[in-house]
């Protein structure tokens, strides 16, 4: 009898339970603070409905600097159409800011949301988010609950199917 009352109390704390701050999918997002003057605190509740992407990059590391224009190419397209609601902020951890500018060029990046970690991988953020082992992207719902990691332009384009 004591076992049947337990569960029933365990499974209204489950249902109850809100999502605690980490970086995996079902985590709470947490707000990303970045160093040096200007920048923009990011939280990820937007009352509008709006999802958020967020990718991690650097110059040194070829394949998160193409996926950073693949995903801004496919994020621009999905919103130009309608289909979707997706703010995006791609983060970079160069340290020097002239390799930060030089490549946001290169890649005809200007006039995106592109942000800047100049503490690169000696910042909190990098240790926050866990990227010791290797750059990713997280995709983040209106409630700031991460719903997806190293999401592809092609699965973001069916996830924005189902927003």
């Known amino acids: 009898m004591a076992s049947v009352l337990l569960s029933g109390v365990s499974a209204v704390g489950i ?56 995903l801004w190419n496919k994020v621009n397209r999905l919103n130009a159409t309608g289909k979707g609601k997706v703010a995006m902020y791609s983060i970079s951890f160069d340290e020097a800011s002239s390799v930060f500018e030089g490549t946001i060029r290169t890649d005809k990046l200007v006039g995106t949301t592109q942000l800047h970690e100049a503490e690169g991988r000696h910042s909190d953020l990098f240790r926050t988010y866990g990227l010791e082992k290797g750059f990713k992207n997280l995709l983040i719902n209106d409630e700031g609950v991460i719903i997806a990691s190293n999401v592809s332009p092609d699965e973001l384009a069916q996830l924005c199917d189902r927003i």
């Open 15 to 70: 249902r109850d339970a809100k999502p605690v701050e980490g970086v995996h999918p079902g985590d709470l997002a947490p707000r990303i603070e970045l160093s040096g003057k200007g920048q923009p605190a990011i939280y990820f509740q937007n009352p509008d409905g709006r999802y958020t992407l967020v990718h991690f990059w650097a110059a040194y590391d070829a394949e998160s600097r193409a996926r950073n224009v693949l």
